[in-house]
């Protein structure tokens, strides 16, 4: 039994936000020396990727409810939906630039009105340096199978960009094609329950998640043939992983230089529970899509 971890949703190939002025979306700022200071950080936080100005303490988990050192991992993303006039939590994703996203395509359903909270910690609370950005338009995978979860990654664009901040900053993303190798440490990050059946968290869980290679990930007492090569398998030691509300979610690995990649999409993970021994959290994997990602991004 295997659980996406959201609701289904509708295959969407494209979605359009209708609302125009976006509602919610970043206020500009005006001034010429206002916006002259306003350039001269974005270029600054503009030349790199994955690099965090607040350290995450690398030894809390998701699957447990240890909260994430507030704004150590600066590209996490709330995706919210419009229900009610109200916007709720439905999945995270992973801010890759001023003016993109990735989440996972099975997030996304036709007709919903959505945003994005950047510069989050907690989700209840009202944080300095938080922005909620309204969204222009959606690319879900042209061949996203929500019967058989494949090409499980969907791509926000932003109503405009935002600007970077020490809370908000973009990932790094992996070399194409590359491979994580076995036990590689990375780390899951989400406002999931805390635990199966348990409450959505407030702040946000970050959990130690070693990458599990395609070998081991596809033996029969593990996923089998549900899992294939565009996807990436972490944990499955039966006691931390991701669950319900983490989709859409980066797996973040280090790389050797020091910066933090996106390494992969929370995309499902055990319907019988979210931390099963040998039912590690399945992932998108983003090398399998850097050309795929940068096709939108130019769009």
């Not at 240890?66 to 006039?85: F, G, V």
């Amino acid at each position: 039994m295997i659980s996406v971890w959201l609701r289904s949703q509708a295959e969407t190939p494209l979605y359009k936000n209708p609302h125009n002025p976006p509602h919610g979306s970043q206020t500009p700022y005006t001034g010429i020396m206002l916006v002259s200071v306003v350039l001269l950080a974005f270029l600054g936080y503009a030349s790199s990727c994955g690099v965090p100005t607040y350290l995450p303490n690398l030894a809390t988990r998701v699957v447990g409810g240890e909260d994430a050192r507030p704004h150590s991992w600066p590209w996490q993303i709330s995706l919210q939906y419009l229900k009610d006039d109200t916007y709720r939590h439905t999945c995270g994703g992973t801010l890759i630039s001023t003016q993109h996203v990735l989440t996972a395509a099975h997030c996304i359903s036709k007709g919903k009105t959505y945003r994005v909270l950047l510069g989050k910690n907690n989700l209840v609370e009202e944080e300095a340096g938080s922005v909620a950005m309204a969204v222009d338009t959606i690319f879900v995978h042209e061949k996203w199978s929500s019967l058989l979860v494949r090409n499980d990654i969907a791509l926000i664009k932003l109503a405009e960009p935002v600007e970077l901040s020490d809370t908000i900053q973009v990932a790094c993303l992996p070399p194409k094609d590359s491979l994580l190798s076995q036990d590689y440490p990375c780390y899951v990050t989400g406002w999931g329950r805390l635990w199966t059946n348990g409450p959505i968290a407030d702040a946000l869980q970050q959990g130690f998640l070693p990458a599990v290679d395609h070998a081991t990930c596809t033996q029969k007492d593990w996923w089998g043939t549900m899992v294939t090569q565009n996807m990436v398998c972490a944990g499955g030691d039966g006691v931390i992983s991701g669950c319900n509300g983490d989709s859409g979610g980066p797996l973040n690995c280090e790389a050797a230089n020091g910066a933090w990649e996106v390494r992969g999409i929370v995309s499902f993970g055990s319907g019988w529970s979210c931390n099963t021994a040998k039912k590690p959290t399945v992932f998108t994997r983003v090398s399998a899509y850097n050309d795929w990602i940068n096709e939108k991004m130019q769009l």
